[in-house]
């Protein structure tokens, strides 16, 4: 059991703490929850940017890297569909300084010209370098609306058109801030060398002061069932063909999300996996293939994505493909099989809560869906999925109705 506890300022910030004094570091996570599911249509790309506008210097920080670099920590970010993660790891003797550093900025970032004008050039660069300039780069910018049609999942966290950052004035970046960045909108936890009492003391003196904000409704569009199955075809110079199937499947807090995720590890988890064992290895029509879901909080994606080898039609590989799933819906798996994929998996999760940082983070994300518990009890969700419940979730999924396929031809 990985122990913590919890108290909420009066702005609305909440905060967990998992004591860990057998280390001399403290993990500070802040999550925010502003993704990119929570742009406009027209202004998408936003959350992103913000990432690397916090970056930017704040009110009073005119430079947020030195600081935290001369107390002996360092920090990064990362942004998603659902939220936005800001996270430090620093000596405990010098949490304070990281916690300067994250109130100010949670305060109000530089929203002067000159920063805008330099984080949008650097965002444009990576959408180039990631998105346009590298071989299958823009799958996700295809695929995505191609799979939803009303949801704003269906546009990447990099946003569906870089114009939209191009054209983002000073005013808009200001509003998107003081609608979704706000203590009342926020998660931190800290992991570490650190105690409920002192947590209490320094989250109070750094953070209690910021004014709690009016945080713009999420009232998000349902993604209506998908009735046929979406293709699409493009050409690209790439090495090889390859093909990418995305099926709709279950949101994060649903029973139907953890059996998705072991059908995932059934399919595609090591050499050992039935896509990797059939189609690579004996029939010899992928070079890789992978199946994995994306973690939506929302009602997210099965994708199946594999290279085709030289001579392999479109039409074999996604029959192929379509071949093992129909084993799945029609065949139980057997137990043993399923007990092996759910060992493994939890021998991951085990591992991966050595790192105050990793604890830092899911404490902070599962306080964010609403019950931090969950860092405790997630395995459990695991060990209680059947053979049974795999069986009806892959008759459930793969569906051809509920199937769009992006067909990624090397010319």
Known sequence: MIPY???????????????APQTPLVAVNILYGAGARDEDPGMTGFAHLFEHLMFGGSRHIPEFDRPLQLAGGENNAFTNNDFTNYYIMIPGENLETALWLESDRMLEPDFSQQTLNIQKQVVIEEYKQRYLNQPYGDVWLLLRP?????????????GKDISHIEQATLAQVKDFFYSHYAPNNAFMALSGNITHEKAEK?????????????????????EPLQQKKETLRVERKVPANAIYMAFHMGPRLSGAFYTADLISDILSNGKSSRLYQYLVQELR????????????IDPGLFVISGTLMGGTSMETAEQAIFDMLEQLKTNTVQERELTKIKNRLESTWVFSMDSILNK??????????GDPSMINTEMKRYHQVTPRDILTEAQNIFREENMSVLYYHSV
Not at 202 to 222: C, H, M, Q, T, V
């Open 202 to 222: 320094l989250a109070g003196k750094w953070f209690e002061d910021i004014p709690a904000r009016k945080i713009k409704n999420r009232n998000l569009p349902e």
């Open 5 to 19: 506890s919890s108290f909420t300022l009066k702005n609305g910030l909440r905060v967990l703490v998992n004591p």
């Open 146 to 158: 191609l799979a939803y049609k009303k949801h704003p999942y269906r546009w990447p966290t990099i």
């Open 285 to 296: 029509l992928f070079s890789n293939i992978d199946a994995y879901i994306l973690g939506s």
């Open 360 to 369: 830092a983070m899911n404490l902070s994300f599962f306080d964010y869906l």
